[in-house]
C-alpha cells in the first residue's frame, strides 16, 4: 500500500506500463480505472446521470467550467453526482496489486514451457483468468468451460483451505466444496447445494492474501461511513453577492480576501469545489489539508498564477527566491552576444561623441541621449532576460546609463529607437522561445 | 487510500505529463502515430510543446499529402478544462487556418472542448480538419471563397504548391530543440 502511494507522487503511472510486458490485456483494466479528466486513478469516483464516472474534483471543476458532461457534453448538474462505490473499492484494490503485477509481469519469462507463446499464455492465465477474450472462446465450447472453471474453483479452495483451520464449525461440502455448517451440512446437501455466499463470503472467494487484507479492511470502514460527512456548500450567486459579503464569506471559511473581485470569486468557486469534492470522500480530509490544495491551485491556477506569464516574467526574476545561477548559466551565450552587442555600440558611440563634442559643456549635453543605444538591453530584459552579469559586464557605462540598468522594470524613453521592436517582444508568449525573438530582433 | 492524492496531483503539468508518458510509449519509434510524427514539451516548460504533423495519411484530393509542419501548442493553467491553444508555425494554405499567424479555427479547440480529448485528440481533430475543411467561416477568406464556388483543381494546386514550398523539414528532439528552433526561424529569414 505504501508503495503504491509513493509511486503516486514520484511516478508517473500510466495504462501503457503494460504494453512493453506479456500482458498487454491489463493495459485496457488499467485505463478503464482511470478518470479521462485527470489520466489517473479515480479518486472518490462520481457517476453522472449521462452515467460517466469521473473524480469528484475533476467532475466539480469542469461542470464549474461549463456545465457540461466531459465525456458527452450532454448537460450535467453537481447535484446529480453520485457516489461509484463500487468503482472506488476496485481502483483501491488494483491500485493496491498494480506495483506486484506489473515487477512481476517484467520478470523475463521463465522457458519452463516448451514455447514462448505457451509461456505467454500461462503468465496471462495465471492473472488475469477472465480477460475477455478467454470467457468469449470459453462460452463457445460451453462444455470446456465448465469444466475449467470447476477446476479452477478447486484449485481456489485447496490453496484457501492449506492455511485455514475451520474452527468455526463449518465443513466442506463433498458436492460444491463450500463451507457449510456442520450442523445443517445435511440439510444442504439434501437442498441441492443452495448458493450459500451470502453466509461466508470470505471463505468462497478464491484465497489470497490481497483479498483477504481487502476485506479486513471494508469491515473496519464500516463504522467509519457511519461518521458524519461535513456538510455541502452552497453554491454562490456571484453576481448578486456584494464585495464585502464574498470577502466575509472567505475570511470565515480562514482563507485569503486579497486580490481583486475575479480573483475571489475564483478562490471562493474552487473552495467550495474543493470541499463538495471533499464531502464525497470515504475518508474526508481536514480542513487544513484542503486549505493546503487550495494553495496549490493558487500557485498554478489562481492569483499568483498569472505572475508566471512571460509579461510578468522580471517580477519572478526580481524574487529573492530565484535561481540566478541557473538561470545565467542557461541563457549565458544570449548574455555574451547582447555584453558584445552592447560593448560595440557603446564603443562606436563614444567615437563619435568625442569627434564630434570637444568642449566639455557640449558632452554634458550629449550624456541624455546617449541613454537610448543602449536600451536594447533593457528591453529585452524586460522581458525576461534581466540578470546581474548583464548589469555589472557592461563596461564603463555613465552614471545616467548605470540609473537606467538598476531600474530595469521602468519604460524605455520613447525616443529609443527600438521602441517599434517592443510591440514583437511582449507578443512573444513563451519564455524559451526568446532566443529566437532576440536573434529576429536584432539588426 | 483515497484519501493522500492531493490537488497537487491534478495539476495541468501532471496530466501533461501522463499525456506525453501515454503518447510516447504507446507510439514507439518501431510503431509511429501515423499523423503526429513527434510531440514534446519544451525544455524550459512544459507547459508549451511543439510538434510534427504530417499529411501523409490525408486523401490525396484534399492536396495536403505532401505537407509536414510545425505547430505549436501553449496549454493554459486551467488545462484540462480550458482547451490548449494550436497554432500552425510552418505556413499552411487552409481555410479554417489564418495564413499570417497560424491561428486555427476549429469548435473543439474552442466552445465544444471538451477535457477528454486532451493533446494528441486535438491534434488528431487538426489532422481531420485538414481533410475537410469548413467553407462556412474560413480564416484564410480567398481559401474559402475558392472552395465555396466549387474549384477543388485550383484550392488542391494552391494547397499542394505551398505544402511544398513551405514544408518543414526540421526535427524535434527534446536536447536539439533549440537547435530546430533557429535553423526554423533562418528558413525564414531566406524568404
Same mark, same amino acid.
Given at each position: 500500500?505504501?508503495?503504491?502511494?509513493?509511486?503516486?507522487?514520484?511516478?508517473?503511472? &500510466?495504462?501503457?506500463?503494460?504494453?512493453?510486458?506479456?500482458?498487454?490485456?491489463?493495459?485496457?483494466?488499467?485505463?478503464?480505472?482511470?478518470?479521462?479528466?485527470?489520466?489517473?486513478?479515480?479518486?472518490?469516483?462520481?457517476?453522472?446521470?449521462?452515467?460517466?464516472?469521473?473524480?469528484?474534483?475533476?467532475?466539480?471543476?469542469?461542470?464549474?467550467?461549463?456545465?457540461?458532461?466531459? !465525456?458527452?457534453?450532454?448537460?450535467?448538474?453537481?447535484?446529480?453526482?453520485?457516489? =461509484?462505490?463500487?468503482?472506488?473499492?476496485?481502483?483501491?484494490?488494483? /491500485?493496491?496489486?498494480? !506495483?506486484?503485477?506489473?515487477?512481476?509481469?517484467?520478470?523475463?519469462?521463465?522457458?519452463?514451457?516448451?514455447?514462448?507463446?505457451?509461456?505467454?499464455?500461462?503468465?496471462?492465465?495465471?492473472?488475469? &483468468?477472465?480477460?475477455?477474450?478467454?470467457?468469449?472462446?470459453?462460452?463457445?465450447?460451453?462444455?470446456?468451460?465448465?469444466?475449467?472453471?470447476?477446476?479452477? $474453483?478447486?484449485?481456489? &479452495?485447496?490453496?484457501?483451505?492449506?492455511?485455514?483451520?475451520?474452527?468455526?464449525? @463449518?465443513?466442506?461440502?463433498?458436492?460444491?466444496?463450500?463451507?457449510? /455448517?456442520?450442523?445443517?451440512?445435511?440439510?444442504?446437501?439434501?437442498?441441492?447445494?443452495?448458493?450459500?455466499?451470502?453466509?461466508?463470503?470470505?471463505?468462497?472467494?478464491?484465497?489470497?492474501?490481497? @483479498?483477504?487484507?481487502?476485506?479486513?479492511?471494508?469491515?473496519?470502514? +464500516?463504522?467509519?461511513?457511519?461518521?458524519?460527512?461535513?456538510?455541502?456548500?452552497?453554491?454562490?450567486?456571484?453576481? $448578486? $453577492?456584494?464585495?464585502?459579503?464574498?470577502?466575509?464569506?472567505?475570511?470565515?471559511?480562514?482563507?485569503?480576501?486579497?486580490?481583486?473581485?475575479? +480573483?475571489?470569486?475564483?478562490?471562493?468557486?474552487?473552495?467550495?469545489?474543493?470541499?463538495?469534492?471533499?464531502?464525497?470522500?470515504?475518508?474526508?480530509?481536514?480542513?487544513?489539508? +484542503?486549505?493546503?490544495?487550495?494553495?496549490?491551485?493558487?500557485?498554478?491556477?489562481?492569483?499568483?498564477?498569472?505572475?508566471?506569464?512571460?509579461?510578468?516574467?522580471?517580477?519572478?526574476?526580481?524574487?529573492?527566491?530565484?535561481?540566478? *545561477?541557473?538561470?545565467?548559466?542557461?541563457?549565458?551565450? *544570449?548574455?555574451?552576444?547582447?555584453?558584445?552587442?552592447?560593448?560595440?555600440?557603446?564603443?562606436?558611440? /563614444?567615437?563619435?561623441?568625442?569627434?564630434?563634442?570637444?568642449?566639455?559643456?557640449?558632452?554634458?549635453?550629449?550624456?541624455?541621449? *546617449?541613454?537610448?543605444?543602449?536600451?536594447?538591453?533593457?528591453?529585452?530584459?524586460?522581458?525576461? =532576460?534581466?540578470?546581474?552579469?548583464?548589469?555589472?559586464?557592461?563596461?564603463?557605462?555613465? !552614471?545616467?546609463?548605470?540609473?537606467?540598468?538598476?531600474?530595469?522594470?521602468?519604460?524605455?524613453?520613447?525616443?529609443?529607437?527600438?521602441?517599434?521592436?517592443?510591440?514583437?517582444?511582449?507578443?512573444?508568449?513563451?519564455? !524559451?522561445? *526568446?532566443?529566437?525573438?532576440?536573434?529576429?530582433?536584432?539588426? | 487510500?483515497?484519501?493522500?492524492?492531493?490537488?497537487?496531483?491534478?495539476?495541468?503539468?501532471?496530466?501533461?505529463?501522463?499525456?506525453?508518458?501515454?503518447?510516447?510509449?504507446?507510439?514507439?519509434?518501431?510503431?509511429?502515430?501515423?499523423?503526429?510524427?513527434?510531440?514534446?514539451?519544451?525544455?524550459?516548460?512544459?507547459?508549451? #510543446?511543439?510538434?510534427?504533423?504530417?499529411?501523409?495519411?490525408?486523401?490525396?484530393?484534399?492536396?495536403?499529402?505532401?505537407?509536414? %509542419?510545425?505547430?505549436?501548442?501553449?496549454?493554459?493553467?486551467?488545462?484540462?478544462?480550458?482547451?490548449?491553444?494550436?497554432?500552425?508555425?510552418?505556413?499552411?494554405?487552409?481555410?479554417?487556418?489564418? %495564413?499570417?499567424?497560424?491561428?486555427?479555427?476549429?469548435?473543439?479547440?474552442?466552445?465544444? %472542448?471538451?477535457?477528454?480529448?486532451?493533446?494528441?485528440?486535438?491534434?488528431?481533430?487538426?489532422?481531420?480538419?485538414?481533410?475537410?475543411?469548413?467553407?462556412?467561416?474560413?480564416?484564410?477568406?480567398?481559401?474559402?471563397?475558392?472552395?465555396?464556388?466549387?474549384?477543388?483543381?485550383?484550392?488542391?494546386?494552391?494547397?499542394?504548391?505551398?505544402?511544398?514550398?513551405?514544408?518543414?523539414?526540421?526535427? #524535434?528532439?527534446?536536447?536539439?530543440?533549440?537547435?530546430?528552433?533557429?535553423?526554423?526561424?533562418?528558413?525564414?529569414?531566406?524568404?
Amino acid at each position: 500500500m505504501d508503495r503504491a502511494s509513493k509511486d503516486d507522487a514520484f511516478e508517473v503511472t &500510466d495504462s501503457t506500463d503494460w504494453l512493453d510486458t506479456p500482458m498487454k490485456s491489463l493495459a485496457g483494466v488499467d485505463a478503464a480505472l482511470r478518470c479521462q479528466v485527470c489520466r489517473d486513478f479515480y479518486s472518490t469516483p462520481m457517476i453522472t446521470s449521462c452515467s460517466h464516472t469521473f473524480c469528484s474534483l475533476c467532475i466539480r471543476r469542469s461542470l464549474n467550467n461549463d456545465g457540461k458532461c466531459p !465525456a458527452c457534453r450532454s448537460p450535467e448538474q453537481e447535484m446529480k453526482l453520485r457516489n =461509484n462505490n463500487a468503482m472506488e473499492d476496485l481502483v483501491e484494490a488494483f /491500485k493496491r496489486g498494480r !506495483a506486484d503485477i506489473l515487477a512481476f509481469a517484467r520478470i523475463p519469462a521463465i522457458p519452463v514451457a516448451p514455447t514462448r507463446k505457451r509461456s505467454l499464455e500461462q503468465a496471462e492465465e495465471d492473472v488475469e &483468468d477472465s480477460s475477455p477474450k478467454r470467457r468469449r472462446s470459453g462460452r463457445t465450447k460451453s462444455s470446456s468451460q465448465t469444466k475449467s472453471s470447476q477446476k479452477a $474453483t478447486v484449485v481456489a &479452495d485447496s490453496d484457501g483451505d492449506s492455511d485455514y483451520s475451520p474452527e468455526d464449525g @463449518t465443513v466442506e461440502c463433498p458436492i460444491c466444496q463450500r463451507r457449510v /455448517k456442520e450442523t445443517g451440512i445435511n440439510k444442504h446437501i439434501d437442498d441441492g447445494c443452495p448458493d450459500e455466499l451470502q453466509a461466508f463470503p470470505h471463505i468462497t472467494k478464491p484465497g489470497s492474501s490481497r @483479498t483477504g487484507s481487502g476485506y479486513a479492511k471494508s469491515s473496519i470502514q +464500516l463504522p467509519e461511513k457511519a461518521i458524519k460527512r461535513p456538510e455541502r456548500l452552497p453554491q454562490l450567486n456571484y453576481s $448578486t $453577492t456584494k464585495d464585502n459579503v464574498l470577502k466575509k464569506k472567505l475570511t470565515d471559511a480562514g482563507l485569503s480576501a486579497g486580490g481583486n473581485r475575479q +480573483l475571489l470569486e475564483k478562490r471562493y468557486k474552487e473552495w467550495i469545489t474543493l470541499w463538495n469534492a471533499n464531502c464525497d470522500a470515504t475518508k474526508p480530509k481536514s480542513k487544513g489539508e +484542503l486549505k493546503r490544495e487550495l494553495e496549490i491551485w493558487e500557485r498554478t491556477q489562481g492569483g499568483r498564477a498569472t505572475a508566471s506569464s512571460s509579461t510578468q516574467m522580471g517580477a519572478i526574476i526580481r524574487d529573492k527566491e530565484f535561481d540566478r *545561477d541557473a538561470w545565467s548559466g542557461k541563457h549565458n551565450d *544570449d548574455f555574451k552576444q547582447l555584453i558584445a552587442n552592447a560593448k560595440r555600440k557603446a564603443q562606436a558611440k /563614444k567615437s563619435e561623441n568625442t569627434s564630434s563634442a570637444n568642449t566639455p559643456a557640449e558632452s554634458a549635453g550629449t550624456a541624455t541621449p *546617449d541613454v537610448a543605444p543602449t536600451t536594447p538591453d533593457v528591453v529585452i530584459g524586460d522581458n525576461g =532576460n534581466d540578470d546581474p552579469i548583464l548589469i555589472e559586464d557592461t563596461p564603463e557605462k555613465p !552614471a545616467s546609463q548605470k540609473r537606467f540598468f538598476d531600474e530595469s522594470n521602468s519604460d524605455p524613453p520613447p525616443s529609443s529607437q527600438y521602441q517599434s521592436k517592443l510591440g514583437v517582444l511582449d507578443k512573444d508568449a513563451g519564455l !524559451a522561445s *526568446d532566443i529566437t525573438t532576440i536573434r529576429s530582433v536584432q539588426p | 487510500m483515497s484519501g493522500p492524492k492531493t490537488a497537487s496531483s491534478r495539476t495541468p503539468t501532471k496530466r501533461i505529463l501522463t499525456e506525453l508518458t501515454a503518447f510516447s510509449s504507446a507510439h514507439s519509434p518501431s510503431s509511429p502515430h501515423p499523423n503526429i510524427l513527434s510531440l514534446v514539451p519544451l525544455p524550459s516548460n512544459l507547459l508549451s #510543446l511543439r510538434c510534427i504533423l504530417s499529411g501523409h495519411t490525408l486523401p490525396p484530393t484534399s492536396g495536403y499529402t505532401t505537407g509536414r %509542419w510545425l505547430l505549436s501548442i501553449q496549454v493554459p493553467p486551467q488545462y484540462p478544462n480550458q482547451p490548449p491553444t494550436i497554432t500552425f508555425v510552418t505556413k499552411i494554405c487552409h481555410a479554417n487556418v489564418k %495564413w499570417e499567424t497560424g491561428e486555427i479555427c476549429l469548435d473543439v479547440l474552442k466552445e465544444n %472542448w471538451t477535457p477528454v480529448l486532451g493533446v494528441v485528440g486535438a491534434l488528431e481533430s487538426v489532422v481531420r480538419l485538414l481533410g475537410e475543411p469548413g467553407v462556412d467561416s474560413p480564416l484564410n477568406v480567398e481559401m474559402g471563397a475558392l472552395l465555396r464556388q466549387g474549384d477543388t483543381i485550383g484550392a488542391r494546386g494552391l494547397v499542394g504548391y505551398w505544402c511544398g514550398e513551405e514544408r518543414f523539414e526540421g526535427h #524535434l528532439d527534446e536536447e536539439e530543440e533549440g537547435g530546430s528552433n533557429r535553423e526554423e526561424v533562418r528558413g525564414r529569414g531566406k524568404r
